[in-house]
């Protein structure tokens, strides 16, 4: 059984909804043909924080950007790019989220303490541990992120649950995740041979539950296909591990999403 303490209730942003309003407002699968369209639930996201780098006030960018670990490198190799994201604090809103399939629990929960030591860290989004039930009771303000297998389980609770379809949705949102995970949206080197699940169900979900990251061949060439509809969250593994300047990376990153996020905001309202 998997459970997790980390359970909430209502709807991210500070929006006075519950998750029960939001599964019967999501259509079944196969139901009417889905268009799309930005989100029609949209959660205040403009605000203004202080820049330490710049001492002064800076308006937050809607984007959220997560940095999922690299499975694929070795210990080394992941500090030296989680050290990277951390340094770019001042370039995008980011989050870190600690996906090791291979590593033992001892040795995510040593990385996410060294994590937590950095300057900057705590500039960062509250970090994602995906199945890790023991590390995530751990971690002070850490959020449980778990595979949608586990959706079979009717005992699993987490703050985030990957997803791939409509229907898992509604299942997530009711175990009190405040956060769904889709994908993979684009071809992605993770998924090798794997049809990618495209936008229309992202944005059938993303219209009725806004917390909604995206999963999946993420890069500077696909992240404005999802500012165009609106999705302000997006997860990205090697577009920024194997990426040979980082900063540069996601100012680009940012830049495209913008451009199109802006474009469609003006044409679609």
Not at 53 to 81: C, K, N
Not at 102 to 111: A, F, K, P, Q
């Amino acid at each position: 059984m998997i459970g997790y303490r980390y359970k909430r209730q209502g709807c991210p942003f500070g929006l006075r909804l519950h998750p029960w309003n939001l599964i019967r407002s999501i259509p079944a699968e196969g139901g009417a043909s889905i268009q799309a369209s930005r989100p029609v639930c949209r959660p205040p996201h403009s605000g203004w924080r202080h820049s330490r780098f710049f001492g002064v006030l800076m308006q937050e960018s809607p984007l959220v950007i997560t940095y999922v670990t690299d499975p694929d490198l070795d210990e080394a190799g992941q500090r030296r790019v989680v050290r990277e994201v951390v340094a770019c604090a001042q370039v995008a809103r980011l989050r870190i989220a600690f996906r090791l399939p291979d590593s033992t629990d001892e040795e995510v929960r040593v990385l996410i303490d060294w994590y937590s030591g950095l300057a900057n860290a705590d500039q960062l989004l509250p970090p994602l541990t995906h199945n890790r039930p023991a590390v995530t009771e751990a971690i002070p303000g850490g959020e449980a992120w778990l595979p949608s297998r586990c959706l079979r389980d009717e005992q699993a609770h987490a703050d985030a649950f990957s997803v791939h379809s409509q229907d898992e949705a509604r299942i997530a949102i009711a175990r009190g995740a405040s956060e769904l995970i889709y994908g993979h949206v684009f071809a992605s080197d993770s998924h090798p041979g794997e049809s990618p699940r495209g936008m229309a169900t992202l944005a059938a979900i993303a219209a009725n539950m806004p917390n909604v990251t995206a999963i999946g061949g993420i890069n500077e060439q696909t992240i404005g296909a999802l500012g165009a509809i609106g999705i302000r969250r997006i997860a990205v593994i090697r577009a920024i591990s194997r990426s040979p300047d980082i900063p540069s990376t996601l100012r680009r990153m940012e830049e495209s999403w913008h451009a199109a996020y802006n474009e469609g905001r003006y044409e679609h309202g």
